[in-house]
């Protein structure tokens, strides 16, 4: 597998997603991963689970199948200033937390007020690692200014293959992504945003653009599940 991890899944708790923790370990296993992110939607989402979902996530065993599960949320940005629908309180019950617009929460935003507000967000929340499909053209940035913050912040940009595969104009954004996080030294993560098992860890599209760039695999931060996991004891020191 090009990747290790998978650092953004969703679970039936998303209920536009269509399988269950246990389906999507045993996928992982038989794929080779070590691990994934299971990253359901925070409330702002229509079909998001209750947030009782992720103050319970201590249920769910640390490994299943033999694989790593990281309890995490998409969180969702919910305005300019880069906030996000996940109090601090409930933060406490997550390891990873990936933070992306959606329409649905915020409509187009114009490309001043996404860079404020991904700048912001960066410095401001320290409990966000990821900021989720970037590279989606309704939300423009300027991604050098960005970037360099998000570098100084330890967030992680996201190279999301969803999005390349069913987002108009993804790809051509995401190959600039790739060049500027280059030219930075900015480490990414290339995730599936995956809603059905047998989809994890499964990146060809993002593998193939990250070839072509000529993308460093060595910023690919989740190209090695121990960096991962090093990350997220820096801030959690019970994660085992």
């Not at 996201?158 to 500027?180: Q, V």
């Not at 996080?181 to 047998?198: A, I, Q």
């Not at 070839?211 to 090695?224: D, I, M, Q, R």
Request: glycine share 4%; proline share 4%; with cysteine.
């Amino acid at each position: 597998m090009f990747i290790e991890l998978d650092t953004h899944f969703h679970t039936v708790a998303s209920t536009h997603a269509y399988s269950t923790v246990k389906e999507i370990a045993q996928s992982a296993a038989e794929s080779g991963l070590k691990g994934f992110a299971m990253t359901d939607h925070a409330p702002s989402i229509w079909d998001a689970p209750h947030v009782w979902h992720f103050r319970n996530l201590k249920v769910i065993p640390d490994y299943i199948c033999g694989v790593r599960v990281i309890r995490g949320v998409e969180a969702n940005i919910t305005d300019f200033e880069g906030n996000i629908d996940m109090s601090d309180f409930d933060l406490e019950f997550v390891d990873w937390v990936v933070a992306s617009y959606h329409s649905v929460v915020v409509d187009n935003t114009e490309k001043r007020d996404c860079t404020d507000s991904y700048i912001r967000l960066a410095k401001n929340n320290p409990c966000v690692d990821v900021i989720g499909h970037a590279g989606d053209p309704h939300y423009p940035f300027d991604m050098e200014k960005a970037f360099k913050v998000f570098k100084e912040y330890e967030k992680y940009v996201e190279i999301n293959e969803s999005a390349l595969l069913h987002k108009k104009g993804s790809m051509e954004l995401n190959a600039e992504m790739l060049r500027i996080c280059k030219k930075l030294s900015v480490p990414v993560v290339v995730n599936t945003d995956g809603h059905y098992c047998d989809l994890v860890g499964r990146v060809p599209c993002a593998e193939k653009l990250i070839e072509e760039t000529g993308f460093p695999k060595e910023l690919v931060a989740n190209s090695c599940a121990d960096r991962i996991f090093e990350h997220i004891r820096t801030k959690h020191a019970d994660f085992i």
